[in-house]
C-alpha cells in the first residue's frame, strides 16, 4: 500500500537556520503531495502542495519540490524563526490506490530555538 | 480558522460506551473525511464521503460508523468504546471528489476510561 516517510524529530534549530525535513513516499498511482503545520493543541493546516512531478509547492517561505525520480517530497525554508515550531507532516492523496484519504507520515517535531 | 466545525472538542466516557462526534464542513464543500490521531497509529484516514455518500474507506474498524446529512454535515459514531479508542479525531473537507485540498477542523479528543 501507500506509505509516508520522514524524520521524527525532534529536530532543533536556532533562528535563522536552514531548515530540510526530508520525506520520501511509496504510491501505485499517480500521487498528490502535501505538507501539512499542526501546532499545539490545534488542528491540521495545509501548508503546501503539489500535484504532478517537478511541481514546487511554496508558502510562507516554505517550498518543496516533487520528485518523480526519487520520490520525494523535501521541506525547505531558508530562515526559520522561533514561531516555525511546531510538528510537520508530509503526506499524500492516491486514488489510483483505491482510496482518497491522506496517507501521512509521522510528523517531524520542529523546534527553534531564539 | 479552517471554516471546518466540530463538536464536542472534548469528550469523556467510559469502556463499552457509543459516542457521537459531529463535523460541519466549509461552506460549499462536498467531501468530508475522518481521522484518527493517536501516538501509536499516527494520523490514520478512516473513511470519504462525497455527497452523501460513502466514496472511500481507510483504517475505519466495524465498530466505527459514519454518514453524511442532506445538510453536508456528517457524524462519526463510535460503540463499544475500548480503552485504545482514546485518541484525537479530526474532520476534514474538501471541494473536491479527488485528490483535492483538505481543510481540518480543529478535532474532537475522545477519552476512554
Known amino acids: 500500500g501507500d506509505s509516508v516517510t520522514q524524520m521524527e524529530g525532534p529536530v532543533t534549530l536556532s533562528e535563522e537556520a536552514f531548515l530540510t525535513i526530508n520525506c520520501t513516499y511509496t504510491a501505485t498511482g499517480y500521487p498528490s503531495l502535501f505538507w501539512y503545520v499542526q501546532y499545539p493543541g490545534e488542528g491540521l493546516q495545509l501548508l503546501l502542495k503539489a500535484t504532478k512531478a517537478d511541481d514546487k509547492g511554496s508558502n510562507k517561505g516554505f517550498e518543496a519540490t516533487y520528485r518523480k525520480e526519487t520520490t520525494s517530497f523535501h521541506l525547505e525554508k531558508g530562515s526559520v524563526q522561533v514561531s516555525d515550531s511546531a510538528v510537520y507532516f508530509c503526506?499524500?492523496?492516491?486514488?489510483?490506490?483505491?482510496?482518497?484519504?491522506?496517507?501521512f507520515g509521522k510528523g517531524t517535531h520542529l523546534i527553534i530555538q531564539p | 480558522d479552517s471554516g471546518v466545525t466540530q463538536t464536542p472538542k472534548h469528550l469523556i466516557t467510559a469502556t463499552g460506551q457509543r459516542v457521537t462526534l459531529r463535523c460541519s464542513p466549509r461552506?460549499?464543500?462536498?467531501?468530508v473525511y475522518w481521522y484518527q490521531q493517536s501516538l501509536d497509529q499516527g494520523l490514520q484516514f478512516l473513511i470519504q464521503y462525497y455527497n452523501g455518500e460513502e466514496r472511500a474507506k481507510g483504517n475505519i474498524l466495524e465498530r466505527f460508523s459514519a454518514q453524511q446529512f442532506p445538510d453536508l454535515h456528517s457524524e462519526l459514531n463510535l460503540s463499544s468504546l475500548e480503552l485504545g479508542d482514546s485518541a484525537l479525531y479530526f474532520c476534514a473537507s474538501s471541494a473536491q471528489k479527488l485528490n483535492g485540498e483538505q481543510y481540518f477542523g480543529p478535532g474532537t479528543r475522545l477519552t476512554v476510561t
Open positions: 503526506a499524500l492523496t492516491d486514488s489510483g490506490g483505491g482510496a482518497d484519504g491522506l496517507t
Open positions: 461552506s460549499g464543500d462536498l467531501s
